[in-house]
């Protein structure tokens, strides 16, 4: 098992982060705004999370599942571009 992959390489492409941030900060402002109690508090932890995966641009599950929203970079040089005739 690669650990590099697994615990440290970014694999959430920008609109993941984006959406990952932006519902995990809805998420921990619930048990202040809506459900009180245990629940309240069980959905503000899974915001958390959200929040930090968002932020760091790594989720866990992603690499054990297979999945990767991030474009991988190209390996070697890219081709170079052609100049259009005129």
Do not use: S
């Not at 609109?15 to 402002?29: K, M």
């Not at 992603?62 to 170079?80: C, D, E, H, S, V």
């Amino acid at each position: 098992m690669d650990w590099k992959r697994l615990l440290i390489e970014r694999n959430e492409a920008w609109w993941d982060q984006a959406v990952r941030i932006a519902l995990g900060g809805a998420l921990v402002l619930v048990p202040f705004v809506w459900i009180g109690g245990i629940l309240g508090w069980l959905v503000a932890l899974v915001g958390v999370i959200a929040l930090f995966t968002g932020i760091t641009g790594h989720c866990t599950l992603y690499p054990l599942i297979g999945w990767q929203t991030r474009r991988k970079k190209a390996q070697g040089k890219p081709p170079k571009r052609q100049k259009r005739a005129r």
